[in-house]
Structures are given as structure tokens and as C-alpha cells.
């Protein structure tokens, strides 16, 4: 329902890019008839031209003894020369004689690519598609005549000593991003790669990592970076957790109670509790009960229940959750001094 932009169509082209693989080409091309159609596959997939800058050129444009023709170039209109294969120059020669027999205009001026049928005009696009199009009914296959320019810019970037510049040059792309989309793998060449990979990689033996230089002690290395079958503290632990309480200091019992004044502790033992709720409070004036009853583990800080009587010294209990077990305690939390 949007309102068309206007603008270059060539944004609305999907960016796919299609090639031809090597034995459907050989068969393609073994299905054509004419050597016409066969010298125009050949400087297609060779030079990688547009089908209408090679259908556009002259007899004037071809140079066999140099391998050169000379294209214009869509975009800008400028006159360049690609190089070509020898095979392709070979089937122009053979359809040149073959035309030139027939009674085909012949010069410099004169078009280069010509109907078969008299009387004899010069080939166009739509006549160059219907020849790929009868090609491709044999094999059953719907290539296009513009694959055939992905299929020789994928050739010419698989060659290493060939930088892609080169290629962007033959193509004529402004732009270097527009060359690698040509180049982009497909999904069949990629798959086919990885197999590759999988079987190389699989073919290979097993490396073993390189023993220290000579010279190092063992035993200064054994002590630095530890030894690998003797398993450490933290490792036991994990491994056994049994052994966390016989590893980690219980809390030690609270002192035997003793009779005394205010100064000492009092004559009611404190009570400690690792389940359940916590005890009622114990009313003490003391703070050696207190100092006897730490825990060496982290404890939590919460207070559990609140304060006592006036007379207490004790604000209440908080819980205790870094005892062995991982089950926790109760503690007393002592109240201020200052009243």
C-alpha cells in the first residue's frame, strides 16, 4: 500500500548470486548446435561481460593475435578491452567462416554477432535467451545468461595468484563491495568444504604437547604449576564432601559454667541450637559468653528476635548459616553497653 519510490531499479534485484559448476557447463555447452552459440558461451564465461556489451561489438573489436575484445561498458559507456580465452577465439573463427560463406556482411563496421536465418540481422537479446533457454530444456536445468558472468568472476577469484582487484577491473564495478558479492560461496560449496575439513582434520594424528625444555628441574616445575595426579585441597573437597566437616573447624564448645559476681560469666550456661527456633534469651551482665560463643565462619548479621528486659544484656539471636552442614545455628546477639 506504500506509494512507489522512484529510484534505480537495480535496488529491488535480489542480490543472489548463481553459478554454474563445471560438469553442467561442459554439458550445456555440449548441447548447443551452432558455433555461434558455442563462441558466445565461451567469451561469456570467459571474459565475463555483460550479454549486452558482447552482443553490442563490432568485427573491428576482436584481436586474436593479442586475445583481446573490446566491450562498451554499461554504466559509463566507455570502450574497454577484456581479455579472453583462446577456445573462445577458436569457435569465432569457425562461426565467422561459417557465416561469411552464407553471405553475412563482412567489415570492420559490420556487427559481429549475426542471426542464422537470412535475412542476416544483428543478434539480440532476447534472441541470445532464447538459444540459453533451449540449451537449458535439454538438461532440464533454468540457468541465465548473466550466471554465466557470476560463473567467471567465481573462476578468476578461485585463482590465488589472481587479486580481486583484477577482477573488479574485468567487471567493471566502482565499487569492491559489488566484486565480492560474485565471489560469495553457496551452500553446496560450502557444504562440500566442510566435508573436507571434517575428513583432514579426522585424518590427523593426535598431538601430544611438547615435554619442557632440557634443563628445567621437574621438581621446581611440579612445585610451581602443581602436580596433575595428585589432586589439591579445593579439588578433595569437591570431589569428597564428607570430608567438609572433619576439614572445616567446628565451633568450639561454650567454657564450663562457673559461679561469680557481675564480673564473671553467668551461672546459666548459654544454650546453642543448630535446629529449631532459637532459645529464650539469657539474661547476663557478662561478655565472656559472648567472646566463647564466636563463630569462626561468616555469619549473618540478622537479628532473629529482639530485644530483652531491662536487665538483660542480650538484644536477641541471630542465625548462623557458615557452620559445618550448611544447616546453621543460632547465636546471641549482645546489646549495647552504653544505656
Not at 565499487?175 to 565471489?183: A, H, I
Amino acid at each position: 500500500m506504500d506509494q512507489f519510490k522512484r529510484g534505480r531499479k537495480g535496488r529491488y534485484r535480489p542480490k543472489v548470486s548463481k553459478r554454474i559448476c563445471d560438469e553442467q557447463f561442459n554439458e550445456i555447452f555440449a548441447g548447443l548446435k551452432y558455433h555461434r552459440d558455442r563462441a558466445l558461451l565461451a567469451f561469456w564465461v570467459s571474459t565475463g561481460a555483460r550479454a549486452e556489451e558482447l552482443l553490442d561489438s563490432f568485427q573491428g573489436d576482436v584481436y586474436p593475435g593479442d586475445q583481446l575484445i573490446s566491450v562498451t561498458r554499461k554504466g559509463s559507456r566507455d570502450i574497454q578491452q577484456i581479455p579472453a580465452s583462446p577456445d573462445a577465439f577458436v569457435w569465432l573463427r569457425l562461426y565467422q567462416e561459417e557465416i561469411w560463406k552464407r553471405g553475412a556482411p563482412r567489415g570492420r563496421d559490420q556487427p559481429l554477432w549475426f542471426t542464422l536465418r537470412r535475412p542476416f540481422r544483428p543478434l539480440t537479446y532476447a534472441a541470445a535467451r532464447a538459444m540459453f533457454q533451449r540449451a537449458n530444456e535439454l538438461l532440464g536445468s533454468n540457468w541465465g545468461i548473466h550466471d554465466l558472468r557470476h560463473t567467471a568472476a567465481w573462476r578468476m577469484a578461485q585463482d590465488p595468484e589472481m587479486s580481486i582487484t583484477d577482477v573488479q577491473w574485468i567487471l567493471a564495478h566502482a565499487s569492491l563491495e559489488t566484486t565480492q558479492l560474485y565471489t560469495a560461496p553457496d551452500q553446496h560449496e560450502v557444504i562440500v568444504n566442510t566435508r573436507a575439513y571434517h575428513q583432514r582434520r579426522a585424518s590427523k594424528p593426535a598431538q601430544t604437547p611438547a615435554p619442557p625444555a632440557p634443563g628445567y628441574n621437574p621438581e621446581s616445575l611440579r612445585t610451581l604449576f602443581g602436580d596433575p595426579s595428585r589432586p589439591s585441597g579445593l579439588n578433595l573437597l569437591s570431589r569428597r564432601p564428607d570430608l567438609r566437616p572433619a576439614v572445616i573447624g567446628k565451633v568450639p564448645p561454650p567454657p564450663p559454667a562457673r559461679r561469680s559476681g557481675n564480673s564473671g560469666p553467668s551461672s546459666r550456661p548459654v544454650r546453642y541450637l543448630r535446629h529449631g527456633r532459637p532459645p529464650a534469651p539469657v539474661r547476663s551482665r557478662s561478655w565472656s559468653a559472648w567472646t566463647a560463643l564466636r563463630c569462626e565462619a561468616p555469619t549473618s548479621t540478622h537479628t532473629i528476635r529482639g530485644g530483652l528486659g531491662r536487665s538483660g544484656c542480650w538484644r536477641g539471636w541471630r542465625r548462623c548459616p557458615g557452620l559445618p552442614g550448611g544447616d546453621g545455628g543460632w547465636l546471641p546477639v549482645p546489646r549495647s553497653r552504653a544505656r
